[in-house]
C-alpha cells in the first residue's frame, strides 16, 4: 500500500496540455513590441588577428538599425576565467569567434548585413588537439590571461585532483593490473528548441532578458556585471525563463549572443531577439568536450580493487566555461565507483583553436565511467572473475565515507547490480560466445543525487502562495526544462499540504518574483524544489491549521443548520466539536476536517472556503497567507586541489545491462535487450521519472554508438542532423526494463533522490562491455562504429 | 526564397516551361527544397511542378513490363503487388527511402534525376535493365539507366527534358534478386549499397546483374565480377574473386557517412551474402 496520496502516482504532467497542443511559449514564440531581430558576424578562421572590419555596406543596408563591433562598444568579459569578450576586438581563438553583430528590422535583413561586413584577418597557426597545444613551442590560444599577464602555455588554470591512501602499496598488493587509454568525442546537446533570447532595457537602464537558461540568478549576476561595463552601474536585471525545448546543460552558463542582444537593445533602445537556427546551433553553441583518459587499476587475487589511477586531458577549445570544471564531478565515480583505497586523479583542460566547451547532462560523469567500467571488466577479464561478481564484491555499502569524504547513506548498487543481472539472464548468457556473437555486458553508476556543491550556496528558495479559490501558486527560481520538474512540485506541494495536484499552479521562473535558486544542474531540480516545498508547505499548513479552530466550527455550524432544513437530515453520531476544541484538524486532498470525523460534507471545510473564511473573516481583521523557505543541503563546498569533500546530501546509484548481437562481417551491433535498474530514493511520478530514464538510455547510446561533432581545424563538419546521428525511434526498436529501486533516503523529499542524469551515465561501457562479451573486442573509443568493431577484427586476426 | 511556383496543367505547358533555362522542375521537393535551402543550387526563378500531371503517375503493368510514371510517389509503387512479387529488390530499395512522409511525396523520377551516387532506387533498378523515358519539346527518347547517370548530380536530362516514366522489364519467375545496405541510423542515406539479380540453373549462375550505390561518383554496374560470376557455380572461392573484381570497379570516398575501406568491406560481404546459401529455386 501506498503510504501517500499523490506521490508514487501516475499523474499527468501540467505543462504537457500546453505543450502538444502548441501553446506553450518558447522563445521562437515571443514577439514584443517594436522588437528588433540580431544577427552575428562570426569569425572566417579557427586563429588569426583582426585587421580591419569594415562595416560600412552593412550600416548602408535598408532596415538595418545598428551594427556594433569591439570598437564602438564597451568591452563585456565573460565566463568564469573572464578570457572570453561578448565582441573579439584584436584577434579570433575559434570558428564561432563574434566579431560584429547588427539589429535589424528582420532576421533576413540582419543576417544579410552580417553577412556584408568585411573583415581583414591575419591567419595564425592553430592547435586543433590536447597533443598540439601540449608541444614546447606550440601556438599560444591566449598569449595573456584575463589580468594581462603573460601566459607560458596552453593550460588553463583550473585544478582538480585527488591523491589518497598510499599508491605504490596498492599497486604492491595488486595480483592483477590492467590500463588503457578511453577517448569520448565532441558531441551536441540536440535541444530541440534552439538558442535564443530577448534583451529589452526600460527607460531608467534596468535589463529584461527572455533566456533560455537553466542558471537564472547566476545569469542575472552575469548580467548585471554587464551593465556596470555599460556604466549602467546599480542597475538591474530581470532573468524571465519561457518554456524551454531541452536545456541538457547549454543554459548553465551566459552566451556571447545574450550579451550581443543586450548591446543591440541598449544601442538601438529596442528589444532586440537573437535566434539560432539548427545549423546555427551546431556551430557557435558550445558542445560537451572530447577528453581521454588513462587508467590503471589493480586487483588482488581476490578480486578486491587495490587501486585506481586516472589522468584525465580535456580539450577545452579557445575560451573557458563550465565544461573545464567537469573533472569535479569526474572526482565522484573516480574515487567512489566500487570501494577503493589508494586512488590517484589528475586532470588537465587544454586550451586549443577549436569549439569551446559547455555543461551536458551527466558533466563529466558518462566521460569518466566510461573508462572505469571498461576498465573492471578489462580487470575481471584478466583475473578470471565474472565482471558481476568483481562488481558485487567491491560493491558500495551504505553508511560508508569514500576515499573523497563522500558520505554514502542510502545506497541500492548492490541490489540494481542484481537486479540487472537477474533481467538479463547473466548468468546462463555471459561468456558464452556462441555462433550468434551474442553477447551481456552491464555497468554501474554513481551520481550527486542531492545537489553538487560547486557554488558558496547550493540551496533553492520557494515561495507558496495560495489565493482564495484553494489554489496554491507556486514560485521558485529553478527551471523546467522538460524534465518533469513541475510535476514534481506539484506532487510534492500537494503531498506536503494536503491538496488536490491540479489545485498546484508553478509560475514562470522570473527572478523578479522567484527566490534565489542555484540553476538547474547535478540532477539537483526535484531534489531541491521539493525539499524546499515539503518545509514552505510545512509552515504554510501549520498557519493554516491555527486558523481552522476559529474556522472549522463556525462554518460547520451553518452548514449543519442549512442541513437541518431537510427532513431526512440526521445528525451526525460524532463529537465533532471536541475533536477541533483538542486541535485534532486534518487538511488532506484539500478538505479540512477533523480526525475520525465521518464522511460528511456538513464536516468538511473546503480549502477554498477555509481561505475565504479566514481572508474576509467575520470578526476582526483577515488575512491572506504566503510562506516561504529556503533549503540549504547539509553540504561541503570541496576543496579541489585536495578532491575531498562531500559535495551531495545523498547519491544516486544504478546499473545498466544489455544485450547485444555482432554482426562479424559488417562491424554492425545490434541492441536486444536493454535494462536499466536505478537507485531513485522514492518515486515522486513513475510517468516521469521513466521518462528521464527512457530518454536518458536514448542519450547514452547516442553517446555509445552514434554522435560526434566532426570538425577540421577548429570546423565544424556536420552541422546539422543529416550529419550528426542521433538514434531515432528505429535504432530505439528494442525492450527496455526500466526497474526503480526506492532506497528511501532520509534527505530526500519524500525520499527521493535526483534523477536527471544517472539514466545516461554507464550506457556506453555496459554496451562496450556486451560487444567484448560477444566477440572479445575491445573498443576504447566512443563513438563505437561498425566501422572501428570491424577495423579491430581485422587487426585481432 | 521566394519563387514563383508553377503548377502545370498539361504535359505540353510543363515542357514549355522547362524549357526556360531560369526554371527548375520540381516533383516531391524533397531533394530540390533542401538543395535550395542549404545553397547547394543556384535559385531558380521559377518552380515547375509536374507531379500532379496524370501521364507521370500513371504506374502500368503490361506484359512482362512495369512501366512507373517518374511522378509516382514512391508509397504507392511499394502498394503495387507487381513490386513486391517480381522486383523485390526495388521493393526492398523503396522501402528505406527517407521516412513513411518522405516517402509519400518523394517520387521514383525525382530519386533518379537528383543523381545522387547513393540514390536508393538506382542499383535495382539497374541490375532489371530498367530504361527511361525522357521527353521534351524536341520530342521522346529511351535510354537505359545505365546510360543515364554522368557525374554526382549530372545526367543524360538534356536542357528542358523532363523524365517522364521508367521502364522495368519483369524478371523471369526463376530469377533472384536482392537489395542490401547500410546507412548509420534509419533516415539517413547509404553508406553504401548492393543489388543483385541473377538465375541458378543446373548449379550455374545465369543472367548475372550486380550494381552498387554510394561507392562511385554514380550508381554503377559490376560489369567485370558480373562477367566472372556468369555460367560459374557458387562457391566461396567463386565469390572471392567477385569480391575482388567487383572492389576494383567500385571508386568509393571516405566522406562523413564511411570511409572508402569500410564501404569496400560492405561491398564484399553484400556481394558474399546476396549468392550464399543460395539454391535453385529459393526466393
Ligand atoms: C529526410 C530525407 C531522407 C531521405 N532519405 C533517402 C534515402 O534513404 N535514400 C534515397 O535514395 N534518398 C533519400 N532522400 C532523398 C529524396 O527523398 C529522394 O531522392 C526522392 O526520391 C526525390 O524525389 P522528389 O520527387 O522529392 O524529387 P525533387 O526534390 O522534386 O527533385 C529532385 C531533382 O530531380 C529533378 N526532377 C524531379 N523529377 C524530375 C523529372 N520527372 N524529370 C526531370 N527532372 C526531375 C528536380 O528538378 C530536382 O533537381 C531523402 C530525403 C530526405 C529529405
Redesign the pocket.
Known sequence: MNEFRFIGVDTARPDAPDKVSGRAQYIHDITLPGMLWGAIRFSDHAHARIRHIDTSEAEKLPGVEAVITAYNTPEVRIGFLRDNFALKRDKVRQFRDEIAAVAARDPETAREAAALIRVEYEPLPGVFSPEEALVEGAPLVHETDARGRARKDNIVPVRFAHHSGDLEAGKRASRHVVEGEYRVPLIQQSCMGTAGCIASFDARGNLTLVAKTQIPFLAQKDFNRALGALGLEGRNTRVVVPALGGGFGTGLDTHAYEYIAMLLAWRTGRPVKILYNREEEFAFLSPRQSASARIRQGCDENGRLTFREIEVVQDNGAYTSWGATFPSVMLVPATSLYRVQNVSFESKIVYTNNTYCQAMRGYGNPEITWPIESSIDELAELAGIDPFDMRLLNCNQPGETTPMGLKITTCGLKECLERTAASLDWKEKRGRQDAKRRGVGMAGVINVAGGGKIYRSDGSGIILKPDDYGNVNVSYGGVEMGQGLHSALALTVAEALGIRPENVIVNQTDTASCPWDVGTHASRGAFMACNAAVLAARKLKARLLEWAAEIYPQEVEEALARARRHSSFKEPDFDWRDAARRGQFELANGILTVTGAPELPELQVDFGRLLRAVHFRRQGPGTTFAEDAFYEPPTELPDWDKGIGNMSATYAFGAQGVEVEVDEETGEVKILRLVAVHDVGRVLNPQTLKGQIYGALAQGIGYAMYEQVLTDKGRVLNPGFTDYKLPTACEMGFPIDVQLVETNDPEGPFGAKGVGEPGLVPTAPAIANAIFDAIGVRIRDLPITPEKILLALRQRR | MAYDYHRSGSLAEAFALAARDDS???????????ALRKKKRAAPARLVS??SLPE?TAIEAGPGLLRIG??AP?TEILAQPVVRERLPALAQALA????RQ?RN???????L??A?P????APPLLVYDATVELAGTGGRRELPLSEFFLGPGRTA?RPG????AVCVPLPVPSAQSVFQRR?RVA????TASLAVNYELQGGVLKSVRLAAGAVAPTPLRLRAAESWLEGRAVNEETLAKAVELARGEIKPIDDLRGSAWYRSELIGVFLSRAFRNRKEGDA
Request: hydrophobic share 50%; with cysteine.
Open positions: 527548375a522542375l520540381i516533383a516531391g521537393g524533397t531533394d530540390l527544397l533542401v509536374i507531379r507521370l517518374a511522378c514512391l528505406v527511402i527517407g521516412s518522405i511525396v518523394a517520387t521514383l523520377g525525382g530519386n534525376c537528383n545522387s547513393g540514390a536508393d532506387s536530362l527534358e523532363i523524365m517522364t546507412s533516415m539517413d542515406l547509404a
